[in-house]
């Protein structure tokens, strides 16, 4: 699929090629020059000074028809790293990656947030330290955790900053990002997705979101605040949502509404946390017992209508079911989610839209968070930091 938006090689040439080259492993100059649509030239411009900041690399040779053997570029692995932190209820996800998005390093730790900035900064020491990273090879460090909910905006950390003071503290860039969107460029990155697919990312949670990728960008929308799948009606005089509609998915499939409904079928389910009580149901669900594969499956119809409703209006050619909702019954959520896009899609005639579940859906945001240092750093124009 040639993309030829230009000849001349402008500010995102760059950041073009790194995404060719990271979605096709390994690419030779000439290849780089049929898919981007630039010159020759720019081509051996940029890949030169790609090369001599060691982003890229020559790794073995093509044959070629015409006899001379070309050689393949691609990106470096464990040259740069990105750290990615997200902050859950109690915990942090600490996860550091490669260029590539191949993870090297991960932990969970118990973490209360207060004094946020600080503890942060303590927390990314002790994390790099341990894995032995070289501080000139850390890219940056990017903080994701759930935006805050409508109604609730005082509960929320003062990003800004907070942004700021780890910033000055750490003397790298420091990014901050909701955590759906940050899991959605996650895939995108480590699935070597091209940026001519139209690519969105369901993230199941407490909440529910979706990360939405555009030509290699994470779309963000006018504030920061696109992807909030969870607040999608699916009923016209439905459940009431604090955020002041009816009927939002959120109230019908997130991990609390399941658990939610799974009491009211009967099941007992008596773990203190929403997490594991989702778990347990989860579980249940994937191990046999019918009506909690009853509970679970009715939920992952509620967010089949809203997915499907996201994929019409974008035209999605791939979808990825990811966060710790799918971690343990993912396969029903998937199941639920092609038989109703194979029935009802829009654009179904027209191309396929793949659905496919996340392989860390547990670490998808941190692994997130990571991967926006590493396009911030590698492939400039893209990220924009949330301040
Ligand atoms: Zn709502």
Request: aromatic content about 6%.
């Amino acid at each position: 699929m040639a993309r030829r938006e230009t000849s001349v090689a402008g500010p995102g040439s760059r950041a073009l090629i790194v995404d060719v080259i990271r979605s096709t492993i390994s690419i030779s100059r000439v290849e780089l020059a049929e898919r981007t649509g630039l010159t020759q030239p720019s081509i051996s411009n940029i890949v030169r000074d790609l090369i001599a900041d060691r982003v890229i690399y020559e790794t073995g040779s093509a044959d070629s028809a015409r006899g001379k053997p070309r050689k393949l570029l691609a990106i470096t692995p464990a040259n740069r790293f990105g750290i990615g932190f997200h902050l859950g209820p109690d915990t942090l996800n600490c996860v550091a990656i490669d260029l590539t998005g191949g993870v090297v390093g991960r932990e969970v730790v118990p973490f209360d947030g207060v004094d946020l900035a600080a503890r942060l900064a303590e927390r990314f020491g002790d994390f790099v330290d341990d894995l032995d990273l070289p501080r000139d090879r850390i890219e940056g460090l990017a903080i994701v955790a759930a935006t805050a909910r409508p109604g609730a905006e005082a509960d929320a950390p003062h990003w800004a900053a907070v942004r700021a003071a780890l910033a000055d503290r750490l003397r790298i860039p420091v990014i901050v990002e909701n955590d759906a969107a940050a899991a959605g460029l996650g895939e995108f990155w480590s699935r070597r997705v091209p940026r001519e697919q139209a690519f969105g990312s369901v993230y199941l949670s407490t909440g529910i979101g979706a990360g939405l990728v555009f030509g290699g960008a994470l779309f963000r929308g006018a504030s920061f605040d696109a992807g909030e799948l969870g607040h999608l009606s699916i009923a016209y005089d439905g459940r009431p949502c604090p955020c002041g509609n009816k009927g939002c998915v959120e109230r019908y499939a997130s991990m609390e509404a399941t658990v939610d409904a799974a009491r009211e079928a009967g099941l007992t389910v008596d773990q203190k946390t929403i997490s594991s009580a989702y778990d347990a149901v989860a579980h249940a669900a994937v191990g046999g017992d019918p009506r909690a594969y009853a509970v679970v499956d009715q939920a992952a119809g509620y967010l089949s209508l809203a997915v499907t409703s996201m994929v019409n209006l974008l035209d999605l050619g791939r979808v990825v079911l990811t966060g710790p909702g799918v971690a343990v019954a993912g396969s029903i959520y998937a199941r639920r989610l092609r038989a109703h896009l194979a029935r009802t899609a829009h654009a179904r005639h027209r191309h396929e839209i793949s659905v496919e579940l996340s392989a860390q859906p547990r670490d998808a945001a941190g692994i997130g968070a990571a991967a926006l240092v590493v396009q911030a750093s590698i492939a400039p124009g893209h990220t924009v930091p949330a301040t």
